[in-house]
């Protein structure tokens, strides 16, 4: 799993660019990848910039804020 392939699953620029995607909904879609190095992209993605971190019914989320 790279950092981009989260970013596409996240937002569709063309379609749904201000998506939210919650912390459940990226690991089931990244299936049975490591959760702790999941969080660790997530986490660095979150410095620099890239993603926000929101709350969406009382779970954690993400939105992309650039590419």
């Given at each position: 799993m790279r950092?981009?392939?989260i970013l596409n699953f996240?937002?569709?620029f063309r379609k749904v660019p201000n998506q939210v995607k919650t912390?459940?909904?990226i690991k089931a879609y990244v299936g049975s990848f490591d959760e702790l190095?999941?969080?660790s992209?997530?986490?660095e993605m979150k410095q620099?910039?890239?993603l926000?971190?929101?709350e969406k019914n009382g779970e954690r989320a993400f939105q992309?804020?650039?590419k």
């Open positions: 950092k981009i392939d996240i937002t569709d912390l459940a909904e190095q999941l969080i992209m997530l986490e620099m910039r890239t926000r971190e929101l992309v804020m650039a």
